[in-house]
């Protein structure tokens, strides 16, 4: 079984700085694909970014972007220039290749960007 | 385009008591996934629908919950009887395809979620 770890609950940055979410992975697949969301305060989980496995280049989109170590089975998110909006719990996710793309979730850090 | 419909947004009920929860997913998606999400841990998948058959329920306490997708459009997750530990979030997720069948590029996007508070 596939398992994922968040070890940071909660982070703060002040705006327009940058900041880096970490998670770690457990698993014995080859083919995988990793995931951050983003769930706002009482709002709508969204996706904010996607990294598959297999691939050597991080994957980044726009602000954001990971930072993936796969030997480590590591991949953390970095928010440049951070805004106010960013303020949300951060959940890291996995889904093995090649399954009916069942997400494993690690617990989510709460990240607070101040003013 | 309309998002994932989710009704109640809250709900309150006695232990024992019977709760359904209703979610209606964008137009087209074949794939409709329910979660549940305790207070303080990431979201859980219970079940997973393609179209109207289940392709996962693995993680559904099939004793107490029961999920229906009735002609592969809306769905509904019922609990019964409700149970303390079942206070938490349930969100429901729809994909255009989630089968597996290539690369998981489709994206789940997520509805508002239910809170449901167990006294």
């Known amino acids: 079984a596939q398992t994922v770890t968040q070890s940071q609950p909660e982070m703060s940055v002040q705006e327009a700085e940058t900041v880096t979410l970490s998670c770690t992975y457990d698993?014995?697949?080859?083919?995988?694909?990793l995931f951050w969301y983003k769930q706002p305060p009482s709002r709508q989980m969204i996706l904010v970014i996607r990294?598959?496995?297999?691939?050597?280049q991080n994957a980044t989109e726009n602000r954001f972007s990971v930072n993936f170590q796969k030997a480590a089975k590591s991949f953390s998110l970095k928010i440049s220039d951070s805004q106010l909006g960013d303020t949300a719990m951060y959940f890291c996710a996995f889904v093995r290749g090649g399954s009916n793309y069942k997400l494993t979730f690690g617990k989510g850090t709460l990240l607070t960007v101040n003013p | 385009e309309a998002g994932v419909a989710q009704s109640p947004r809250y709900k309150i009920i006695e232990k024992r008591q019977s709760v359904a929860f209703w979610c209606n997913p964008i137009?087209?998606?074949?794939?409709l996934y329910w979660y549940q999400q305790i207070l303080g841990q990431g979201p859980k998948l219970l079940i997973q629908?393609?179209?109207?058959?289940?392709?996962?329920d693995s993680q559904l306490p099939k004793d107490r919950f029961s999920a229906e997708r009735l002609k592969g459009v809306d769905s509904t997750l019922k609990i019964q009887p409700a149970k303390l530990e079942d206070s938490a979030v349930y969100l429901c997720?729809?994909?255009?395809?989630?089968?597996?069948?290539?690369?998981?590029?489709?994206?789940?996007?997520f509805g508002p979620g239910t809170r449901l508070t167990v006294l």
């Open positions: 137009s087209g998606h074949a794939t």
């Open positions: 698993t014995s697949e080859n083919n995988y694909y």
């Open positions: 629908f393609q179209n109207n058959g289940v392709v996962d």
């Open positions: 990294q598959e496995a297999y691939k050597q």
């Open positions: 997720a729809s994909s255009l395809d989630g089968t597996g069948a290539g690369p998981p590029t489709d994206t789940q996007y």
